[in-house]
């Protein structure tokens, strides 16, 4: 990493983009926020990498690192919020676990990046990771009953439940390490508490992953996590082919990354 | 025919009686799985195919190797192994069977399993695998049956036969391919991702399977009047042994494409599965017993004077099916998940039951194999006889 980069670094933070697609009715949802954050402006351009599918809605969503670095306690808001709305079990051991979004370190996140040294402010960071909806998804090649599958209107990767065979082709396909699997009956783990009588729960034998909210995009509500962000602009999402989008607007005006962009998924994810 | 199976020694009633001792301890850990989830086994998020995925993939091969009998004799006329192409092709079908089983074993969700058919989905390499593998299966049963219902009444295999016997020759190779696609295709797994897994698992199929099928023709000929005879028995070392050097030629390249490409991804889980990675190296003793056996046993199938005697000739046999048991059926499929795509090392053990259920399976699979073998062996007695 050369002196600019890493100086861009320390200025900017980092932001970091999951997605694809989404709706026209959700694109008015992100109308009348303010920008997410005023980003510095500096000489590295947006990579070709992502450059999104040429027709139809693909719904994408930008994570700004600089927001949730300089708020710690808000990555957790987000995955507290997606587990709760979708009941997703709590086990306290890390065989049975199920997430759907998560915190790792960088060099987690994104193991093909190489630095010589990593600065403090990128070595004390933690990112959030969740299904990457990629545009060519290795799990919907891999499943062999269609039970996870791309919705052609919005380009999300979503999955019935009720077909799953619970193989694991998806998981081992998967090369973000994005799906989790009920190994054993979720329902007793899951906090009655907060328990969301709307969202199905899964019964075992099944895998189960981050759905991009679909059931409140149809209500045109927003994603679970990107709502629990506030008005911080810590998360973007919309449709990446509209260019009057503020996704497209953030996109154009900063550097982003996104996962493992060598194996052609088109993940979206970007930093 | 089936009633010959129904008679036989104490000896024969013995053994089948330790199988379903090992059936019904399976089917007992079954119930136990199948009322609690996966969960039971080892397997986890990271490492979420075990030992069950690891034996069917190991299966395949054995089934797949069949062929080695089936070709020399129908394609080539090679009439020495004429007796024993109706063991290749039961060996095939036991085997198949074993992965069925395995496959069904490992369901999250078995009672969905017909889903495969209801929503064919010709994108992904599992609904090709399920059709290759069925209909292996059918083409082994039924040219095996056909064939010895004719040698039992003394007549020439009917001419329609024949078809069928030509397809499961490329048919062999075919289930063998596709099991290797189901790895091969994964971006991201880059241990797997690699054009010559196909090949490979072909080769260690083609040196396994008849490996197992030289010690099962020298078992059958301690315990039955059949000799396969020495002349079937050496031309099948030959195999084994081209087989053995070709699988190990195929393994160092993979090696030598890792080490000296020095792409990160490409070295890792040959060091997790070799030499350790970032200290974590569960199967590194596996791998290196597997690598001592290999070698030990292609140098004795190698030396004439070993080669030819056959309690030597047995021991080869034992070691390289179990080098090569070792290298399919443990360290490629669960090597494979280490480390995740979040590159965290995730330690795998397989648990009582997991274990049990696959004991169970392989019993099953020798259960068939045995009542099969009796079968086919009592028509040729008969026919020694008479």
Redesign the interface.
Known sequence: MDIKRRQFLKIAGLSTIAGIGAPAAFNLLLKGQSPPVSFASSGAGAEAAHEAAPTGVRLGMVIDQRVFDANRGLAQRCITACHTVHNVPNFDN?????KWIFK?PY???F?TMSHYHQNEHLHDSRFL?LCNHCDNP?C????????TFKRKKDGIVAMDYH???????C???????MR??????PRPFIDKATYNKEFPTR?????EKCNFCVERLAKGLQPACVEACGGSGAMIFGDLNDPGSEIRRVLDANFTIQR?PS???MAEASC | MLEKALTGSNRYWGWIAVLLAFMAAGALSYVQQYNYGLGLTGMSRDVSWGVYIAQFTFLVGVAASGVMVVLPYYLHNYKTFGKITILGEFLAVASVSMCLLFILADLGQPLRALNVLLHPTPNSILFWDMIVLNVYLFLNIFVGWVVLNAEKKEVAPPKWIKPFIYISIPWAVSIHTVTAFLYAGLPGRHFWLTAILAPRFLASAFAGGPALLILLCLIIKRVTKFDAGQEAIQKLVTIVTYAALINVFFVLLEFFTAYYSNIPGHMHTLDYLFFGLHGEGQLVPWMRVSTLFGIISIIMLLVPATRKREDTLAIACILLFISLWIDKGIGLVIGGFVPSPLEEITAYHPSFQEIMITLGVWATGFFILTVLYKIALAVKEEKMIS
């Open positions: 890390p065989k049975d676990e199920i790792v060099e987690k996140a193991t990771v290795p919907v090649r891999a499943c062999p009953t269609k039970a077909r799953c065979i619970g193989c694991r082709f998981m081992a396909a998967c090369p973000y390490g989790s699997f009920n190994w054993r009956d019964m075992r034998g099944v895998v493992k194996l052609g998924t």
